[in-house]
């Protein structure tokens, strides 16, 4: 008992420590107009920077002008308002609007998470059109959470001007969050009257094979030949911008409006790239970066149905240098598009040599050659030879099945003919 009394007086002394220690009050946030002055000096460079009053409140919003003249990466900015009307039907459903690319806006948010749902908020949401003068940049901001009404209506009579929505990964991403935050603020969201286009699809298609990423900062540098500097990390700016709301203030909210802005002008530019790879009728002549793209545009091509067109760019691919794991998924794959053009000859041909090498195609390889040997040659023990070598790799049972088949009618005496 003595012990247990020792160790509540020693527990009594420490609660009585804590309640006499005095804490320093938390730095109060600033005023409004400090704030507003505050984001106004930080982002210098932008034009049209303050606070803008709607029937719902107040927000912040900014405009950053890229000039006709000058370029981003690889790409000239002017040339973006020289794209055709039809420039994105390849890569859109039928009935996609054809209309003068100023009627396109293209847009990207910051949020303050990336797991989505009620509770994540867009605080800035970015929204880049093509003019004559070059292409413009307009973001809205939210200094608080009770600006978001505002902010939301302010985007709501921005976005009436366009007939097409161009996002990356907005698809499943930036639009559901935003209607989301719509429907909590009890507005009706905005896109139901444009034509969404998102530029992942068609990026992976193209790219996929060629990068260990397609996120967007990745294809800036390796097509648009952009490397950033000093870009805030994404998985950084929520706690950016908490740090503002909580402090007034913040050192680091201006890299997040850059960051904000590089992304939609990269959107903007690979946008002239992407659909152009999907709309030319000469695929063969098409330039490319990678060898890898080649494959990229024949797999759609044979979904499509062009197998004449993709069996052309597998061939190109093969020729131009492909690395080993993909040129042997190329030699399979057309293999079986020589098969289905009934070209017989051309497809042995590749089986042959998918056959003879260490590659992850050998055994089905060696399948498809003594099916043809079984049942187009009647030659049972050439095609027994290749039914050992795929069991050499792997056993299944359909190599098992064959094998006894092959056995059977090896065995099987022969009927003597009449001269």
């Known amino acids: 008992m003595a012990d247990l009394h020792a160790q509540l007086a020693i527990l009594r002394a420490k609660i009585a420590t804590m309640e006499q220690r005095t804490f320093q009050p ?31 409140g107040k927000h912040f919003e900014c405009e950053r002008l890229y ?15 020289t794209l055709p009307t039809n420039h994105l039907s390849s890569l859109a ?50 200094r608080d959470f009770s600006e978001e009404a505002s902010m939301l209506d302010a985007l709501t009579r921005h976005l009436a001007d366009f007939e097409v929505l161009i996002t990356y990964n907005g698809r499943a991403y930036d639009q559901p969050l935003l209607e ?30 060629c990068f260990d990423s397609c996120r967007l900062v990745e294809l800036e540098y390796q097509i648009l030949g952009v490397e950033r ?29 850059e960051h904000n802005t590089l992304d939609i002008v990269t959107l903007a530019c690979l946008t002239a790239i992407v659909p152009r790879a999907f709309q030319s009728e000469g695929w063969d002549m098409l330039p490319a970066r990678h060898p890898a793209e080649w494959v990229g545009l024949g797999r759609w091509l044979r979904q499509a149905g062009q197998l004449d067109q993709a069996t052309r760019l597998f061939r190109k691919a093969l020729t131009s240098g492909l690395a080993d794991e993909l040129t042997w998924r190329t030699m399979w794959d057309l ?21 003879g090498a260490d590659n992850p195609f050998r055994p089905a390889a060696c399948e498809e050659l003594a099916k043809h040997y079984e049942h187009k040659e009647r030659n049972p023990a050439m095609a027994m030879e290749f039914v050992l070598i795929a069991m050499e790799v792997e056993v299944n049972p ?17 009927s003597l003919r009449l001269l």
């Open 67 to 81: 000039p006709a003249y000058r370029r981003h990466g690889n790409v000239d900015i002017g040339s973006l308002a």
């Open 180 to 209: 989301t935050r719509y429907r909590m603020s009890r507005t009706c969201p905005p896109f139901s009257k444009m034509a969404h286009l998102d530029l992942l699809f068609g990026a992976r298609r193209l790219w996929k094979l």
């Open 26 to 56: 938390a730095t109060p946030r600033p005023s409004q107009p400090k704030i507003t002055q505050a984001l106004e000096d930080m982002l210098d460079g932008w034009s049209q920077a303050g606070e803008v009053e709607t029937a719902f």
């Open 335 to 355: 293999a079986g598009l020589e098969r289905k053009l009934e070209k017989p000859d051309s497809a042995l041909a590749l089986y042959a040599e998918l056959a």
């Open 398 to 414: 359909g190599l098992v099945k064959r094998k006894a088949r092959l056995e059977a009618k090896m065995h099987k005496p022969r």
């Open 93 to 142: 459903d039928e009935g996609f609007p054809q209309c003068n690319p100023g009627h396109w806006a293209f847009l990207d948010t910051e949020t303050t998470g990336l797991a989505g749902g009620s509770g994540t908020y867009a605080f800035l949401v970015g929204v880049g059109r093509i003019t004559s003068d070059g292409f413009r940049v307009k973001q809205f901001f939210m």
């Open 229 to 257: 500097e000093g870009d805030i990390p994404g998985s950084l700016i929520p706690y950016v911008y908490f740090e503002y709301v909580r402090m007034g203030h913040s050192p680091r909210l201006g890299p997040v409006f």
